[in-house]
């Protein structure tokens, strides 16, 4: 009875795809339409083994020393490795999503990424190897204002299908920052000692994989790395949901 009463009131009051707007099916398990999803475009091989941002085609890789891009060979990189599941492009339905997510506060939505994040994981990380899952941590005063940690959203839900326990009290951001925006530099620069391990011993000896959104120039997600490794922990990896070209 609850079914029939749900499809009767979708047909008077059609929910709308976040992203195009037309009328979500009414059996439909997410905010955003079928079409819209297979816009999305998953991040596939080849691509630098350390960052996994894709190399333009595969004769690229064999002209690529140790298979890793100009900026992870000129830089100290703490990370083992860092995939994503999918390309973030402007214009395009994975930014539209994480947009609606952050700033339209989809708290729902962000439920449903992370299971397409679990999804894609397969054939890109192996999260059940790891110990721990971390959320990138916001700032105290900038996640009161949104209501919510993305990151920690995505990790639940790679934690409910992978069972791997998620860690949110051993990080923080104990240094408020501005959005990140520039160049590599400028953001390394934004987000030095931003970070800091306050339970060391809940990750001292462990594998452990850092969970956000996006992967920018790896800015963030390296600085976290950096603290959790000089913390004790004996490996830190990164997935995002997507990553920028």
């Known amino acids: 009875m609850r079914e029939l009463a749900a499809a009767f009131l979708h047909l008077l009051f059609p929910v709308p795809c976040l992203v195009c707007s037309s009328p979500l099916d009414a059996q439909g398990r997410s905010?955003?339409?079928?079409?819209?999803?297979?816009?999305?475009?998953?991040?596939?091989?080849?691509?630098?083994?350390?960052?996994?941002?894709?190399?333009?085609?595969?004769?690229?890789?064999?002209?690529t020393p140790e298979y890793l891009c100009g900026p992870c060979r000129e830089r100290r990189v703490y990370f083992s490795s860092a995939r994503a599941a999918a390309l973030y492009e402007e214009g395009g339905v994975m930014r539209q999503a994480i947009l609606a997510l952050k700033y339209g506060r989809k708290v729902t939505l962000g439920r449903h990424l992370g299971a397409f994040m679990a999804e894609a994981a397969y054939?890109?990380?192996?999260?059940?190897?790891?110990?721990?899952?971390?959320?990138?941590?916001?700032?105290?005063?900038?996640?009161?204002?949104?209501?919510?940690?993305?990151?920690?959203?995505?990790?639940?839900?790679?934690?409910?299908?992978?069972g791997v326990p998620v860690e949110r009290k051993a990080l923080v951001r104990s240094r408020s920052t501005n959005p990140q925006e520039g160049n590599r530099k400028a953001r390394e620069e934004n987000v030095e000692r931003a970070f800091q391990v306050v339970r060391p011993e809940r990750i001292i000896g462990k594998r452990v994989l850092l969970i956000d959104d996006v992967y920018t120039t790896g800015a963030t997600v390296n600085e976290c790395a950096k603290v959790l490794v000089k913390a004790g922990a004996q490996e830190a990896a990164v997935y995002t949901l997507a990553r920028v070209l």
């Open 31 to 63: 905010m955003i339409c079928g079409s819209c999803w297979m816009k999305v475009r998953p991040s596939r091989e080849p691509f630098c083994l350390r960052c996994g941002w894709p190399f333009p085609s595969p004769q690229a890789v064999l002209l």
């Open 123 to 162: 054939g890109r990380v192996d999260v059940a190897f790891y110990d721990r899952l971390i959320p990138v941590p916001l700032h105290q005063k900038r996640e009161k204002e949104r209501g919510f940690n993305q990151a920690l959203i995505l990790a639940e839900a790679l934690s409910r299908r992978f």
